[in-house]
């Protein structure tokens, strides 16, 4: 099987920065695109940023400039980190990644996190 694990999240001031960590583990081949999605109560799950396995990125237009996506594909592990949070960047964070697993039958397989609370004061 293959699990990914959050941590990081937290309650932070408007104005203050966290770091995201995403470890993926269990029987996997290759990691493809990986990446963030966040949810806030009352709201759809968005886009927060992408990330290839060779380094590209992509951000929603919400957080550039702001958050920075990055991974070690070393570890399977992907970070996000937000600096400048404001309190709507208030959300449940979900991690992302798209996992072949010969040996379970998944091939670009999408996997997700349980997520992990953001909270931002103002």
């Known amino acids: 099987q293959v699990q990914l694990v959050e941590s990081g999240g937290g309650l932070v001031q408007a104005g203050g920065s966290l770091r995201l960590s995403c470890a993926a583990s269990?029987?996997?081949?290759?990691?493809?695109?990986m990446g963030w999605y966040r949810q806030a109560p009352g709201k759809q799950r968005e886009l927060v940023a992408t990330i290839t396995s060779g380094g590209s990125t992509d951000y929603a237009d919400s957080v550039k400039g702001r958050f920075t996506i990055s991974r070690d594909n070393a570890k399977n592990t992907v970070y996000l980190q937000m600096s400048g949070l404001k309190p709507e960047d208030t959300a449940v964070y979900y991690c992302?990644?798209?996992?072949?697993?010969?040996?379970?039958?998944?091939?670009?397989?999408?996997?997700w996190g349980q997520g992990t609370q953001v909270t931002v004061s103002s």
């Open positions: 992302n990644a798209g996992v072949t697993a010969p040996l379970i039958g998944r091939y670009n397989y999408e996997y």
């Open positions: 269990g029987s996997i081949f290759r990691i493809n695109a």
